[in-house]
């Protein structure tokens, strides 16, 4: 085999496996769109001071400014539900995990729900 066509077969190889992998790790995961409004949250609150918070988190945080960074952060496992949710807000508690917005002290977990909640919003708008 030639050079030439050694190096031809090579890219296309790599680009056969890089273009898979690529989209994979763009995709955003499926998840259930109710889970974007933290339900303690969602018993004082209205829905549009959860999304003046999520905005102002990504605002904060603008590393986390994207559905997929901010799904990844919360969905971790396939069975996601509120109970799972509440007690990963209290775990963040626990261990220091919190962020400060407009005076209220909220679970990253919290927060990054209101930040999912205001993109979900901004995209149906």
């Known amino acids: 085999m030639n050079r030439r ?28 769109k109710s889970l974007t409004i933290p339900h303690s949250l969602s018993l004082i609150w209205e829905k549009e001071t959860i999304l003046t918070t999520g905005r102002k988190y ?4 603008p590393e ?17 539900t509120n109970d799972h949710l509440e007690s990963k807000s209290k775990r ?13 002290m909220l679970s990253r977990t919290e927060a990054r729900q209101c930040a999912l909640f205001a993109i979900h919003q901004s995209k149906r708008s």
């Open 5 to 32: 066509k050694f190096l031809l077969l090579a890219s296309a190889g790599g680009t056969a496996i890089a273009i898979p992998s690529i989209y994979y790790t763009q995709q955003v995961p499926d998840y259930d």
């Open 64 to 80: 986390e400014n994207s559905e997929r960074s901010l799904t990844r952060a919360l969905f971790t496992d396939s069975q996601i």
């Open 58 to 61: 990504i605002e904060k945080f």
């Open 92 to 104: 963040d508690f626990e261990s220091s995990q919190y962020v400060i917005i407009d005076g209220w």
